[in-house]
């Protein structure tokens, strides 16, 4: 029987429609393909959590070896049912001790749900390369990083920070961005495995999300002007056909951490590896 993984979309509706729209794929799908690269036999189910979505009838979340959990364009702090029912879920999930891995939106709903807290970023939004994270103490013999460097870059969009763990949780990388790119849950009460980036992310959908936050990226003053935006996508999206155009990776300062999608996304890999697989086993 092959490992079941569950991908929890927590993205409402109308923000994966506003990505479509721009020619991108809802998370939960691109997801399954990230996973599905290292483990092709991988039984999937994707749950949209956000809009209130229920599992199949006659499935249980115990019918899972793991359980993966999305970006999202909500902030976990915020006061609205699509937070709310993901909290929850987060705590259900937590507490059946099914291993989870969650990217950005999800290691902050896991946080916000287990006693930690999230918060906007002072240091705003964090959009298309998340430079220089360097591994902790507990980071550098974390078997979520087997293949990674001891500092490297990553795909990444967010405006909101995980600022305090629940307790039991540790950090694993850091940033000049975010204190916590990385930490883990251990112990009795469940197991996870969070990152503040995306590393299921490719440069095809941060050219799309350039687009979505065209106007934020000028507003703060990463870009001086519309052209320079048009110029960085028009190149992330090349370099997403032909990673090997070492022209455009050396012009944006990327290397094998981003263009080489065993290492961009090897927690994804040693997730499963470490965690789902064996767990399918049994």
């Not at 721009?22 to 039984?43: C, H, I, K, N, V």
């Not at 920070?161 to 916590?180: C, K």
């Not at 951490?257 to 065993?262: F, G």
């Amino acid at each position: 029987m092959p490992a079941r993984v569950l991908i929890i979309n927590g993205n409402p509706k109308a923000a994966t429609a506003k990505i479509a729209a721009l020619g991108g794929r809802p998370y939960g799908e691109g997801y399954a393909d990230a996973l599905r690269f290292f483990t092709p036999e991988l039984d999937i189910t994707i749950l949209d959590a956000a809009d209130g979505g229920a599992l199949p009838a006659g499935v249980a979340l115990s019918d899972f070896d793991g359980a993966a959990w999305t970006g999202s364009a909500l902030s976990a702090y915020e006061d609205k049912p699509e937070v709310a029912r993901q909290i929850e879920l987060a705590r259900v999930v937590h507490a059946a001790r099914i291993p989870c891995f969650g990217s950005c939106w999800g290691q902050q709903i896991m946080c916000q749900a287990l006693g930690g807290e999230v918060r906007a970023n002072p240091n705003g939004i964090e959009i298309g390369v998340a430079r220089e994270i360097v591994r902790t103490c507990a980071g550098r013999s974390h078997p979520m990083f087997t293949r990674k460097m001891e500092r490297f870059d990553a795909l990444t969009v967010h405006r909101d920070e995980v600022v305090t763990l629940p307790r039991g949780a540790r950090i694993l990388a850091s940033n000049g961005m975010s204190a916590i790119q990385a930490m883990d849950l251990r112990g009795a009460a469940g197991d996870f495995w969070g990152v503040q980036y995306h590393p299921e992310f490719d440069l095809h959908l941060m050219s799309v999300l350039f687009r979505r936050d065209r106007q934020v990226l000028l507003e703060q003053g990463l870009y001086e002007n519309s052209d320079t935006i048009a110029e960085t996508i028009a190149d992330f999206t090349a370099l997403n056909g032909d990673p090997a155009d070492a022209a455009l990776a050396t012009k944006h300062h990327l290397g094998s951490d981003i263009l080489d999608p065993e290492i961009r996304m090897a927690e994804l890999g040693n997730w499963l590896k470490v965690k789902v697989l064996p767990r399918a086993m049994v």
